[in-house]
């Protein structure tokens, strides 16, 4: 069965640090694989969603993540983090048969 | 305009009623989906219908029964509540594509809270 672990359950940074969670999945076939974040309160958002193509991909808020296939990995990165980074984040991965299936999380701490 | 609603955001009621979580997309997907996200706040998949029919069903108890009256809607309904069915609910909609879906989008949740 598909499964996502996330590395990291609680990371606490300083501003202006370097990001970067964890992420390994376990499937043998075609994956789409996605970072969601949940700000306090919030509902999910995507950050960004590797299909195919360039393993490096960039989304929003200067997050980036490089999939290595050969790892099963698909990392979140970000070169300097702000306090209103603050938010819970989600690694997830589908396949065939549209089931969506979410890593266990990661609460990021920004302190300013 | 909000892409996924689902109503209501909180909810509070005791153990031993019976309630319903609405959901609704605007964006002309085929699938949707309800999560139980816990006080962990780990997402579970918990339903997942494409065009009115039921395709994914997770290890959930019967007390909860999904409802998909057309495939922009897809409602919740929960029997005999229990205290372990607290939890924050997200409905979610997405279109299939190689490899799985495309992207989904979420609802901005209900709190349910059972007393």
């Known amino acids: 069965a598909q499964s996502v672990s996330q590395h990291n359950h609680h990371v606490i940074l300083s501003e202006a640090a370097s990001l970067e969670l964890g992420c390994n999945y376990s499937y043998g076939g075609t994956v789409n694989l996605f970072w969601y974040v949940q700000y306090p309160g919030q509902h999910l958002q995507l950050l960004l969603k590797y299909f195919s193509g360039d393993p490096l991909v960039k989304g929003i808020k200067g997050f980036e993540a490089e999939f290595i296939k050969s790892k099963f990995s698909f990392n979140l990165r970000k070169p300097s983090v702000q306090w209103s980074d603050t938010a819970e984040y989600f690694c997830?991965?589908?396949?065939?048969?549209?089931?969506?299936?979410f890593g266990q999380g990661t609460e990021l701490s920004v302190k300013p | 305009d909000t892409a996924v609603s689902q109503t209501p955001k909180y909810l509070v009621t005791q153990m031993g009623n019976d309630k319903s979580i609405k959901c609704e997309q605007n964006l002309g997907h085929d699938t949707m989906y309800w999560y139980k996200q816990d006080s962990k706040k780990f997402l579970k998949i918990m339903f997942s219908?494409?065009?009115?029919?039921?395709?994914i069903n997770e290890t959930v108890p019967n007390r909860f029964s999904p409802k998909s009256p057309d495939k922009a809607h897809l409602n919740l309904h929960i029997n005999s509540l229990e205290l372990g069915d607290s939890a924050v609910y997200f409905c979610a909609s997405s279109q299939p594509g190689t490899g799985g879906i495309t992207e989904a989008f979420f609802g901005q949740g209900t709190r349910l809270t059972v007393v």
């Open positions: 997830a991965v589908s396949s065939d048969g549209g089931k969506l299936i």
């Open positions: 219908y494409n065009n009115k029919e039921l395709i």
